[in-house]
């Protein structure tokens, strides 16, 4: 079945310091989607990004959409504290429209 | 606009025993997904529902079950608890197709002793 990869695992970063987590699918997406997750909180959606090389920017966060279609970072620029918690991407089933799969998220924690 | 609500926010269950959990959608959602979370990985889809029926499952054996009310709002039920059904439990809604953000609720802390 469909995989939906995420590295780093953890990242662990000094206030002002820039943060990058990558995507990776086993199968071409028609969609991907990021979500924020705080300690102790559920996800938060933060954007989809559906055309092939797209390019999404939201304050400080850019988030790209590969040109095939398969993979996508998330890029934060002078992380904040308020930045802290779980990054997950997210990516429809290959096949369904239903079946949302999420990676395994990227822990951030931010030094202040 | 009401947000997804969950209740219980935690329950405690003995291995064997039967759960029930509950999800009112956000206003105007007509399909609830739900989710199990074991802590420190993704949420895993378990099932989806649209118009009442289930929609779509994912990897879960047949004693995990749910239903959709007319309201739209839902139900997870887990028969004969295993331990590692331990989880925190999410329930989404959404509009319909694969294109639309999940909005989730605060979750529902299931421990099985």
């Known amino acids: 079945g469909q995989q939906v990869m995420q590295i780093p695992q953890y990242q662990h970063v000094q206030e002002g310091e820039d943060f990058t987590t990558y995507c990776n699918s086993s199968?071409?997406?028609?969609?991907i989607q990021w979500y924020k997750q705080r300690p102790g909180g559920h996800p938060v959606f933060l954007i989809q990004?559906?055309?092939?090389?797209e390019v999404k920017k939201q304050k400080r966060l850019t988030f790209q959409f590969g040109e095939a279609k398969k993979n996508s970072s998330l890029h934060i620029t002078a992380t904040q504290t308020t930045d802290v918690g779980t990054y997950f991407c997210a990516g429809p089933s290959g096949g369904s429209n239903y079946k949302l799969t999420f990676g395994k998220g990227t822990l951030l924690t931010v030094n202040p | 606009e009401t947000g997804v609500t969950q209740s219980p926010t935690h329950l405690i269950k003995t291995r064997g025993q039967q759960v029930t959990l509950r999800c009112s959608s956000q206003?105007?959602?007509?399909?609830v997904s739900w989710y199990q979370q074991a802590l420190g990985q993704g949420p895993q889809f378990i099932f989806q529902y649209y118009r009442e029926e289930e929609n779509g499952r994912g990897n879960f054996p047949p004693r995990f079950s749910g239903l959709q009310f007319p309201n739209y709002s839902s139900e997870l039920n887990v028969n004969a608890l295993e331990l590692d059904d331990s989880a925190l439990y999410l329930c989404?809604?959404?509009?319909?197709?694969?294109?639309?953000?999940?909005?989730f609720g605060p979750g529902t802390r299931l421990t099985v002793t």
């Open positions: 206003s105007g959602h007509n399909t």
């Open positions: 989404a809604s959404s509009l319909a197709g694969p294109n639309y953000e999940q909005y």
């Open positions: 199968t071409t997406l028609s969609n």
């Open positions: 990004l559906v055309k092939s090389g």
